[in-house]
């Protein structure tokens, strides 16, 4: 009765360790998985029991390698067999040793995974090392053999000729940031002569060596590269086919070694090669770190002009305008309008060097094409219906709206439009001559007035309100007559931002005249449905202001007291 009351006190002691362990009170020493290097004085496993034929061992040993997965495990023998009275403890043994195996995996994972990335770039780095080696032994073996056949290129220096760089009487070591080291066997003679960084630092008697070191180098096959040049006779011959990058680095290099000929022969291939984007950015940094100041004018005549350009910017910007709008392929006359709005969009993101079109100009374009509608809506308005040149006619309106529909886009991107939005404000000529024309021509016209209330609900434009109201009085009509057309025909029509303009346009108007407007437009909306602008929003907001959430512009001040107090001085 004793043993069982004591057996079961112990397996209830047990419970109770267990469970505080999962709650975290209580470490467990024995599912402690922590690396050496994190518990340093931790006492090393006791050794196994000698190995038994009759009796099985009793213990587990687990053990882990860094560069191994943790999966894997050895054991050295097979687990006890669990008792009876043991069965709920080593369950809840089994469960701590699982949770425990885990965070040592996860441990054990992050170590894995920073150690095969420090490989990873020690086999990266010696990968570049050994390849840049190789590409300097092929530069020396490749000017050794062609300056012992005399073929493919010319070497001298001064009347002699040198058999490649194998024997001279200076010893050259080029050291690399990144380790890499070369040697050379060069003659002073061809230093001396070549470059007068050397021409300095080589000032002693005949026959004597020297050995000169350079160390803290960007790239070590550029120098030595530098030096094979120093040998040639014809440098463009063998500059021909260089990729830029590496003539930039040649250059850079002969400029810090006062290779002059090396500079000059470096300018003179970045004269005549073609760059893309890219290179001549580099090739503008680079010249302008260099600071060769006469050398580089003629490598920079392609990106510079003397005069500037922005002296005559603006002669350029309206003869283009000008051959655009006159264009007479559609084809070519659209890319070339979205060529030039890209470009203008680009130079209006630089803000250091923006170079504005005249705002004259665009609104002289703009009068142009104004009398060029009106002209060309006079003249369809009383022509026959069966006359053959009638849709020619119509497309010249067509033609004429899009021409200024592209200039307003300009005006607005360069927050020039509020000029605009008056004169079109004034157009009620215009507005008859619209009404006459077929829908189906004229709907073109009708998107000039969405662009402008588009750029007034987003704050694009700022107009005083009567401004903003005069434009919907006379062209909402319009714009409402022609919705369905626009909507079917075009296909860069936004329904959603045109409805939306509107809507914010109406909202910014004293609320009077919303009430005028939005009521015309109720109508017209149960009447002719998708085929007029939705700007049920609108009305909404409208009918909340009026009805709902009334401000009176009068404040009661009939409780406000005023004191008037006399000091005296």
């Known amino acids: 009765m004793t043993a069982s009351t004591s057996s079961a006190e112990n397996t209830l002691k047990s419970k109770e360790v267990s469970t505080m362990i999962k709650q975290g009170f209580i470490s467990d020493q024995t599912l402690s998985f922590s690396s050496p290097s994190r518990n340093p004085t931790r006492p090393p496993p006791p050794p196994p029991p ?65 150690s095969e990335e420090h490989l990873r770039e020690s086999r990266t780095q010696e990968e570049n090392l050994l390849k840049s080696r190789t590409r300097v032994e092929k530069i020396l073996a490749e000017f050794n053999a062609n300056a012992s056949c005399c073929c493919g290129f010319s070497f001298g220096c001064g009347g002699y000729c040198y058999s490649g760089l194998g024997s001279g009487d200076v ?20 230093l001396s002569e070549k470059s007068r960084f050397f021409a300095e630092k080589l000032r002693r008697e005949r026959g004597v060596s020297h050995t ?20 040639c006779h014809d440098l463009k011959r063998r500059l021909m086919g260089e990729d830029v990058n590496k003539v930039l680095g040649l250059l850079k290099v002969s400029a810090a070694i006062m290779f ?61 305008f000008t051959s655009v709008l006159q264009a007479k392929d ?31 100009h665009l609104y002289s374009l703009c009068h142009r094409c104004l009398s ?15 006359r053959q040149d009638r849709g020619v006619l119509m497309g010249e309106i067509a033609r004429e709206a899009d021409n200024l529909q592209w200039i307003v886009d300009i005006l607005i991107e360069k927050k020039m439009g509020d000029e605009f939005v008056k004169l079109w404000a004034d157009q009620k000529d215009l507005a008859v001559l619209h009404s006459k024309i077929p829908t189906m021509y004229s709907h073109e016209i009708s998107r000039i007035t969405a662009q402008l209330c588009i750029a007034i609900g ?33 296909r860069s029509f936004d329904k959603k931002l045109v409805e939306d303009g509107l809507s914010q346009t109406i909202l910014t108007l004293p609320l009077l005249q919303q009430q005028t407007i939005l009521l015309n437009w109720f109508d017209r909306f149960l009447n002719k449905g998708d085929d007029c602008p939705n700007i049920q929003r609108a009305f909404e907001i409208w009918w909340r202001r009026a009805f709902i959430r009334q401000y009176s ?7 406000l007291q005023i004191t008037v107090c006399d000091y005296q001085n």
């Not at 000169?212 to 040998?231: A, F, K, P, Q």
């Not at 060029?372 to 069966?386: H, R, Y």
């Not at 434009?461 to 005069?470: A, D, E, M, N, Q």
Request: net charge negative.
């Open 212 to 231: 000169v070191e350079i160390s803290e180098c960007d790239d070590v096959e550029v120098y030595v590269e530098t030096v094979v040049l120093m040998y």
């Open 553 to 559: 512009a009068e404040q009661d001040n009939s409780h």
């Open 50 to 114: 000698p190995p038994s034929t009759t009796t099985a061992t009793t213990s587990r040993a687990y053990y882990y390698s860094p560069l191994s997965s943790p999966s894997k495990t050895v054991l050295n023998s097979p687990p006890p067999a669990p008792s009876t009275n043991s069965t709920q403890l080593t369950r809840t043994h089994m469960s701590d040793s699982t949770q425990s195996t885990r965070t040592d995996s996860t441990r054990s994972t992050l170590f894995e995974m920073m």
């Open 171 to 190: 010893r050259l070591t080029v050291v690399g940031r990144d380790g890499n080291r070369v040697s050379m066997d060069v003659h002073k003679r061809v």
């Open 372 to 386: 060029s509608l009106i002209l060309c809506l006079s003249e369809a308005s009383s022509v026959n219906e069966s």
């Open 330 to 360: 559609d084809k070519a006359r659209r890319e070339m309008k979205t060529v030039i709005s890209r470009l203008l969009k680009e130079e209006a993101s630089d803000r250091e060097n923006m170079l504005d079109v005249s705002k004259d």
């Open 260 to 320: 002059d000929v090396g500079v000059v022969s470096c300018l003179e291939y970045l004269e005549a090669v073609p760059w893309s984007e890219v290179e001549e950015e580099k090739i503008i940094f680079h010249l302008s770190q260099l600071q060769l100041h006469d050398s580089v004018t003629e490598v920079l005549q392609r990106v510079s002009c003397v005069p500037s350009t922005s002296t005559i910017a603006d002669d350029i910007f309206l003869k283009l």
């Open 458 to 490: 987003r704050g694009n434009i700022l107009v005083p309100k009567g401004t903003r109201y005069s434009l919907l009085c006379t062209w909402l009509d319009a714009l409402y007559e022609d919705f369905g057309w626009m909507r079917r025909a075009c």
